[in-house]
């Protein structure tokens, strides 16, 4: 029998590729806990789309209440943080805190997360989170650089040919932010996103 892991997912297009490489040796489960999207309505295209695609590997999917206060709350005088700094850090040790939490209250031996299949992410730094928060839980968190063997692209070129959502934005209201300052700043030709 399989040991029971619990698979946090961030989007659709990250579950296109992770659950693939964990099905030989996992019975998994997605979970999407991802109280920091913003707006709402962003919440609901991506796990619609994560939903997709763990039906797509006839997975088990289940989903966090969408609760951004309380991911307000976490990042509270963070403003300023720089894109992959300490408020990164405490929005992935956020939502992998309330996914290893869910993992322990359900009976569940180990917990991954799709999130380092993103070049955009800090693949030790998602890892050492995840370690830790583990350790505390008394869980196994699988720590992998899912982006490894061009994990990424065939994320990408998978959840395009599945034609779900793709998002052009990390999730926060300061990525967001982030990705329209910099859409002002490209010249008007520019046609490198």
């Known amino acids: ?9 961030c989007c659709g297009v990250c579950s296109s590729y992770v659950p693939e490489k964990l099905m030989p040796d996992f019975d998994v489960t997605v979970y999407f806990e991802n109280s920091n ?40 005088g963070m403003v300023k943080e720089m894109e992959g700094g300490k408020r990164c850090q405490t929005c992935i040790g956020f939502r992998l805190n309330k996914t290893m939490q869910f993992a322990k209250e359900k009976g569940f031996e180990w917990v991954a997360t799709t999130l380092s299949v993103s ?15 583990a350790k505390v839980h008394g869980l196994k968190f699988l720590g992998k650089d899912w982006k490894k063997e061009n994990g990424e692209l065939i994320s990408q070129q998978r ?4 034609g779900i959502y793709r998002q052009n934005y990390c999730g926060c209201v300061f990525s967001l932010f982030n990705e329209l300052r910099q859409e002002r700043l490209r010249p008007p030709n520019d046609k490198s996103i």
């Open 119 to 133: 070049r955009r992410k800090n693949v030790d730094q998602i890892n050492q989170i995840g370690h830790d928060l």
């Open 1 to 9: 029998m399989k040991p029971r892991l619990l698979l946090h997912a």
């Open 159 to 162: 959840a395009k040919e599945a």
């Open 37 to 76: 999207l913003f707006p709402e309505d962003e919440f609901f295209k991506r796990r619609g789309a994560a939903q997709i695609m763990a039906q797509k590997y006839k997975l088990p999917f289940l989903t966090a209440e969408y609760a951004i206060n309380d991911w307000f709350k976490a990042v509270r």
